[in-house]
């Protein structure tokens, strides 16, 4: 051991020594853990760097564009690197894209025209998305542009229902959505394998079906991603792995050139597409934080496994469990207790950089059925690729907690939320 006083600057922080001592004991069992996420970062660092010194960038390139944006250098050769890390022909990575919503909106009503059908085959997508496909009437749906939508829901054990799918794959239908993440739902992630499979099987089917993976909070926690093992298109934010940290808004799409095409003149408008959007200046934190992602991904995977660790070590169920391979970066943790899942919150809140001093509350937000807590002290608005958690106040008192720009950040995060349910004095060990 060395001879840093971290208890001592931990002590400054408010961490008691009984904390300290549990979380220091539960860390130290992870170094093997910790060591094949920081390999798997060793990986896809490279697979960055070298995209980057192939496309030759330059100094140049991190200059912003202005107006129309036409020959916006920078902005291409960011495309194309994007596109060369994910192992596709093409690529839109766009300061103009809203948020992950955004992006997927385009990359559907781009590529669907009236009388087409999605298909998702591992049960309903993103809440985000009931109203863009039209699940949820709502202005504006593919579903008013004359765009129908079905659905295979995973088996009970969480496989996929191949005979289910194989019998709702019909004439009409153009795209199958494939979500990685689990998002809010309870099953578990799909591993870029298990994606290859699905994919596999919905091509020997129907061959010319555009496959396309909503890819959020996956990006570089495994060595491939669903490009590599056959979809179409891949999408996702940039406020949260791709982006690194560092891009304050943005969403990818990479994927056929066909299919990037298609998503670039719904972006921009027909005859437009990927010619014009100056970057405004964005250009620097989409490929710094490009460089950055793999190794702020792991930073949040470590934090994810430690939480998982320090909770389930405790009594709590832990999704995914403490042991088990991870796929997103998404940990969620059953308190069972609206005390517990507010005291996280608080102690998230507490270990941030940006609004430390605030108390989250739960309240009524849009949407949801139950008051929402949220904790988050981003640098980006909204990240959450940053240190954040978020629970409905409803049973199983579920926290969903992701991100951390670094590892010893997230660690003490985790910390804090556990000494403020000492500090509550909430019965715990
Ligand atoms: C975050 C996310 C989205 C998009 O959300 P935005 O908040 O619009 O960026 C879509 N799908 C999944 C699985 C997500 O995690």
């Known amino acids: 051991m060395s001879n840093v006083d971290i208890y001592g600057i931990y002590q400054e922080l408010g961490i008691d020594s009984k904390v300290f001592d549990y979380c220091q004991q539960v860390e130290e069992k992870l170094m093997p853990r910790f060591f094949e996420i920081d390999r798997i970062a060793e990986f896809n660092q490279a697979k960055v760097l070298h995209s980057m010194q192939k496309h030759h960038l330059s100094a140049a390139h991190l200059n912003p564009s202005t107006g129309y944006g036409y020959n916006d250098d920078g ?90 799918i194989r019998e709702t794959i019909g004439e009409k239908t153009r795209l199958v959505e494939i979500q990685r993440s689990k998002g809010y739902a309870t099953r578990p992630t799909l591993s870029v394998e298990r994606i290859g499979e699905l994919i596999a099987y919905i091509k020997k089917i129907k061959p010319d079906v555009i496959c396309m993976v909503d890819n959020c909070y996956g990006e570089f926690v495994e060595e491939r ?38 998503a670039a003149y719904r972006l ?46 405790l009594g709590f169920r832990a999704i995914p469990k403490a042991t088990e391979e991870r796929y997103d970066i998404i940990q969620a943790i059953e308190f069972g207790k609206p005390e517990l899942l507010v005291a996280f919150c608080e102690g998230i809140q507490a270990a941030a950089p940006v609004d430390s001093y605030v108390t989250p509350i739960p309240w009524a937000m849009p949407g ?62």
């Not at 409905?392 to 403020?420: C, E, N, W």
């Open 75 to 164: 902005r291409d050769t960011l495309e194309k690197i994007y596109a060369d890390v994910f192992h596709t022909e093409d690529a839109l990575v766009r300061p103009h894209i809203t948020c992950g919503t955004h992006a997927l909106h385009i990359a559907l009503a781009g590529n669907l025209r009236p009388g087409d059908e999605i298909l998702s085959p591992v049960g309903k997508p993103y809440d985000t998305l009931d109203e863009i496909i039209g699940i949820r009437p709502s202005t504006g749906s593919l579903a008013e542009y004359g765009i129908s939508y079905r659905q295979v829901d995973l088996l009970p054990d969480g496989s996929f229902d191949y005979d289910g």
């Open 225 to 262: 991603e669903p490009s590599d093992v056959g979809a179409d298109l891949v999408v996702g934010s940039l406020i949260k792995n791709p982006g690194g940290g560092l891009a304050p808004i943005g969403g990818y799409i990479a994927g056929t050139k066909e299919c990037v095409d298609r």
């Open 268 to 313: 921009t408008a027909p005859g437009l597409g990927k010619e014009l959007g100056a970057n405004l200046g964005t250009i620097q934190s989409f490929v710094q934080g490009f460089f950055l992602a793999p190794t702020v991904t792991a930073a949040a995977l470590k934090g994810a496994v430690f939480a998982a660790n320090i909770y389930e070590q």
């Open 368 to 429: 949801y059925d139950s008051d929402v807590i949220m904790a988050a002290g981003a640098f980006i608005s909204g990240a959450s690729i940053e240190l954040s958690a978020d629970g409905p106040m409803k049973d199983p008192y579920a926290v969903y907690f992701q991100g951390g720009l670094t590892y010893p950040h997230a660690k003490y995060g985790i910390m804090k939320s556990l000494q403020r349910m000492v500090d509550k004095g909430i019965k715990i060990w």
